[in-house]
């Protein structure tokens, strides 16, 4: 068993699936000859040659569009898209098509696609580098979304997401590349779609949170807990559709919720999962549910990136102001 970083958890799940499975290909900007903006493809195309690891045009509406074809046609293809601000030139093909297809042609023809792109902020990136879209894709009914938070789901919840039969888009915390290591097997091994994670266990509030944040969150439940407040942690790994038997059985515990995701806060996931405990939960509430979420603004540049994200001292004020209700 390897100490692997998360790109090298990915780069693991994509080889053992394409050697397991020559229905599967990747495509995309730079992955074959450069492995990838962030290495995650990297010694792919030398395994497994030209047909199969597949350098496309800068053009993601081409990407997206050729992998969706390729899926319909029986391959399962990995559309990488160099960062996640740029799948918006895809998503007509992942909107009209991807997402309807086994509908339009009533249970004849399954799409199982993959559509993987480094996501959220932390590396003090660029404009349209930096974004996280993900309650876009969510609003889509037919597609499953995806986001780790260490190498071990990574891989296992990448090679969960091939053999999907429906299209799943993969988003990658960038943040967390290269961040930390951790034990994975070796081999092929599975995180289930739609699962969630109980990543710390507590009495006295549930956080829920997902990808980059969830350690951020650690961070602030370690500081929380030599205060004496005992705080769970739950991860929820699919985004959609997440995992609400973990969510409420948390919450119904704990009677706090505090929720936590660095997307822009209007209309976004923690919403969505505020009305779910909101609807389940409302009679074991002791406080009203909190939200820490990034700001209602376009993605700042990289001297004001850190004020508009979460940070664990946002998550600890947060949870003062929820125990002291």
Not at 136 to 146: N, T
Not at 182 to 187: A, N, S, W
Not at 194 to 201: F, L, P, Y
Not at 212 to 240: F, K, N, Y
């Amino acid at each position: 068993m390897a100490r692997l970083s998360m790109v090298e958890a990915i780069n693991a799940a994509l080889r053992e699936k394409m050697a397991a499975d020559d229905r599967v290909v990747i495509l995309g900007e730079d992955v074959g000859v450069d492995g990838g903006v962030f290495r995650a493809t990297v010694g792919l195309l030398d395994q497994f040659g030209p047909w199969r690891v597949i350098d496309t045009p800068l053009a993601e509406n081409c990407i997206v569009g050729s992998a969706v074809g390729m899926a319909i046609s029986g391959l399962r293809p990995v559309a990488e898209i160099q960062f996640e601000g740029f799948m918006f030139k895809g998503f007509d093909h992942i909107y009209s098509h991807a997402s309807r297809m086994l509908r339009r042609s009533q249970g004849v023809y399954n799409v199982p696609l993959v559509v993987r792109a480094p996501y959220g902020a932390g590396v003090r990136a660029l404009e349209h580098h930096s974004d996280a879209p993900e309650a876009l894709f969510c609003h889509v009914p037919g597609l499953k979304v995806v986001i780790p938070s260490t190498p071990y789901d990574a891989k296992g919840l990448l090679i969960s997401s091939i053999e999907d039969p429906d299209p799943v888009i993969f988003l990658e915390p960038k943040r967390l590349y290269r961040l930390f290591k951790e034990e994975v097997p070796d081999g092929e091994y599975r995180v289930p779609l739609g699962e969630a994670r109980i990543v710390r266990e507590g009495n006295d509030l549930s956080i829920i949170t997902y990808g980059g944040m969830v350690s951020v969150c650690e961070r602030a439940a370690q500081h929380l807990s030599e205060e004496g407040v005992d705080v769970e942690i739950v991860d929820l790994r699919t985004v959609w559709p997440f995992d609400a038997e973990a969510i409420t059985s948390s919450v119904s515990k704990t009677g706090r919720a505090t929720i936590v995701h660095e997307a822009p806060r209007s209309f976004g996931v923690g919403a969505e999962i505020a009305a779910t405990i909101a609807e389940r939960c409302l009679l074991s509430l002791l406080a009203p549910i909190k939200r820490v979420t990034g700001y209602d603004v376009i993605p700042p540049l990289a001297k004001l990136e850190e004020y508009n994200y979460p940070t664990a001292d946002r998550v600890i004020r947060a949870v003062h102001e929820t125990m002291q209700f």
